[in-house]
């Protein structure tokens, strides 16, 4: 049996240590308004759904027995480990909704990015540190006489045993950091430092896209909202950030034609601390032209917005949202009027106050709000305003943002009536793939049900960009695919 304790005292946090099955599981507690009243969820099952959460609670059981794996960091050993198990095995055959907090290069898992360099004969990879330059980082070009004498063929790399896929991999991901949390951001720039010329460049640009859009499909995952950087390419003559979209459009057209079910939004974002080589007025207004220029026409009966927002991205702490309060404002005169999706709260810093900001100005969603607890004035208007907390568990355990995903405050949020999705943010750096793996992680850390799960992927719809019409239909398609998931693991054989 699974136990779990929750300990509240005065309203403060307070860590309870207890040990079932010889797992330690942490869970706290830490606001009033933590009742049934609050709790949104439905827990009326049908009787096959039953069926299907004893055995959800089954593949738990069994997959805490293995002390060793559960408690495990995430990594890429791990995510070799964990796909063997009828937990993942489940989970992945799911139908999962949304996954509405993706960033750009970093969408496609490092094992897909290893395949895609190795069967593009335009990637470059260099063997050794030389300089600033980093070993395994990735050069692309159509060209070879514009290659720096670094780099050779990736795919000669490997035939050649000049690099192992191992040593590659091991290079890119961040599964075997260590270090404290103030060298963690560093640490993670550097790793995307060594792949983001795939993302810059025309030659890769579509093709890398389609396969980090096809492996999230074939993850169960039927609506992706990608942050994604405007850029102009070498020699591009159209307007600043529209031939990336169009081909990121050419991209989703041609899935589309084979997964007609499938949808997909562009949410346009910039650093908060650089905004590259454009300011951030030149920015918005270049997001407003491309939204109302590059819609989705693929059904022309219900056309509707292809980029469906702005972010300001990056740590808290590097950069303030704080500091943009009047230039958001000021665009509002000059009829840019974009909807924010904010990243905020994602540091233990509490008197960053990014949050709040993000709350002022409007915010959809939040990206992270792992501090949202620290504000606690704020925790009510979530709640009642509807604000969805975008939550990436594996990503915010690897980035020192909580200790373990046991104890992620999202636990509380969720149970509390504030609507929070799971989204995979970076899984080529974390060593994860889809959203399977974040999935399986707070399932088993916050020991949640078949209606806790069912309520986190109807979120992912309802808190979604899609338009009204949309959404119904995304509705529709998912409430077919998950009657016929349900069917298929009631039966006795599964």
């Given at each position: ?162 690099l192992s896929k191992q040593k590659v991999l091991s290079s890119w991901v961040m599964d075997s ?206 709640r009642n305003d509807k604000i969805c907390l975008e939550v990436c568990p594996i990503s915010e355990?690897?980035l020192k943002l909580v200790p373990n995903i046991a104890l992620h405050p999202a636990y509380k ?82």
């Amino acid at each position: 049996m699974l136990d779990i304790f929750c300990y509240k005292m005065n309203n403060k946090k307070k860590w309870i240590n207890y040990t079932s099955l010889s797992v330690a599981f942490i869970i706290f507690v830490g606001i009033s308004t933590h009742d049934s009243n609050t709790c949104v969820l439905d827990y009326n099952f049908t009787q096959k759904e039953k069926i299907v959460n004893g055995k959800l609670k089954k593949y738990i059981c069994n997959y805490l027995e293995n002390k060793g794996l559960h408690l495990e960091k995430f990594s890429l050993q791990k995510a070799q480990k964990i796909k063997n198990t009828d937990l993942y095995k489940m989970i992945s055959l799911m139908p999962k909704g949304s996954n509405l907090h993706l960033h750009q290069i970093s969408t496609l898992s490092a094992e897909g990015t290893f395949e895609f360099c190795y069967n593009n004969l335009y990637v470059y990879i260099n063997v050794r540190k030389t300089g600033d330059l980093e070993e395994c980082s990735v050069y692309v070009s159509k060209d070879p006489s514009k290659v720096p004498k670094e780099f050779i063929l990736f795919k000669y790399a490997i035939d050649k045993k000049i690099l192992s896929k191992q040593k590659v991999l091991s290079s890119w991901v961040m599964d075997s950091y260590n270090g404290n949390k103030h060298e963690v951001w560093p640490e993670f720039h550097r790793k995307f430092k060594k792949v983001k010329a795939l993302g810059k460049v025309e030659a890769t640009y579509k093709d890398f896209y389609k396969a980090a859009i096809l492996e999230n499909i074939k993850d169960n995952i039927s609506h992706l909202e990608l942050r994604i950087n405007l850029l102009k390419f070498e020699n591009d003559k159209s307007n600043y950030g529209e031939k990336g979209i169009e081909l990121l459009k050419q991209a989703y057209y041609e899935i589309k034609n084979d997964y007609p079910d499938f949808t997909f939004k562009i949410i346009t974002a910039q650093p908060k601390n650089r905004l590259g080589d454009i300011g951030f007025e030149s920015f918005m207004k270049s997001t407003n032209s491309l939204k109302e220029k590059i819609k989705d026409t693929y059904d022309l009966e219900h056309i509707s917005d292809f980029i469906v927002g702005y972010d300001l991205v990056g740590e808290d702490k590097v950069g303030s949202l704080g500091s943009y309060v009047d230039k958001i404002k000021a665009l509002k005169n000059i009829s840019i009027n974009l909807t924010p999706y904010f990243h905020a709260g994602e540091t233990d810093d509490i008197e960053n106050g990014g949050i709040v900001k993000a709350y002022e100005l409007g915010s959809k969603r939040i990206g992270h709000g792992t501090n949202l607890d620290d504000y606690p004035h704020l925790l009510e208007k979530f709640r009642n305003d509807k604000i969805c907390l975008e939550v990436c568990p594996i990503s915010e355990q690897i980035l020192k943002l909580v200790p373990n995903i046991a104890l992620h405050p999202a636990y509380k949020y969720f149970k509390a009536g504030i609507p929070i999705v799971i989204g995979s943010d970076d899984p080529f750096m974390f060593g994860s793939s889809g959203i399977s793996f974040d999935f399986l992680e707070v399932i088993v850390s916050w020991n949640l049900n078949l209606s806790d799960v069912k309520q986190l992927i109807i979120n992912s719809i309802n808190y979604s960009a899609l338009s009204l019409y949309e959404k119904e239909k995304a509705m529709r398609i998912w409430e077919a695919k998950w009657a016929k998931f349900i069917r298929d693991y009631s039966k006795p054989y599964r």
